[in-house]
């Protein structure tokens, strides 16, 4: 199983950015894709964006096209998301994700991490 643990999160102004990280650990050869999701009170589960873990592309969902970016640390076996141009709708608690399938639904990804909050108020 592998393990996933994702940090960075905090409490931002709208407009600022923030970098969040997860690092995995165990068998990495077992996933293929890795993904952010993200899960504000009240709301499901929403996919934010995933790369493929050998050749790199990258999706984005609509909401968060052109302003996060979703980019992996071979060397660390790590994957990070840049946020920037932050708004109050994208304060949730953030998760990483690891899977064989390059979906946009949870049930795509098997691993899960414990989640990050990010907070974006002024």
């Known amino acids: 199983q592998v393990q996933l643990v994702e940090s960075g999160g905090g409490l931002v102004q709208p407009g600022d950015s923030l970098r969040l990280s997860c690092a995995a650990s165990g068998p990495t050869f077992s996933f293929l894709v890795m993904g952010w999701f993200r899960q504000a009170p009240g709301k499901e589960r929403e996919f934010v964006a995933r790369?493929?873990?050998?050749?790199?592309?990258?999706y984005y969902a609509d909401s968060v096209k052109g302003r996060f970016t979703i980019s992996r640390d071979d060397a660390n076996n790590a994957v990070t998301l840049q946020m920037n141009s932050l708004k109050p709708e994208d304060t949730a608690v953030y998760y990483c994700a690891a899977g064989r399938r390059a979906g946009v639904s949870s049930a795509d990804f098997g691993s899960w991490g414990q989640g990050t909050q990010v907070t974006v108020s002024s």
């Open positions: 790369i493929m873990w050998g050749g790199g592309s990258s």
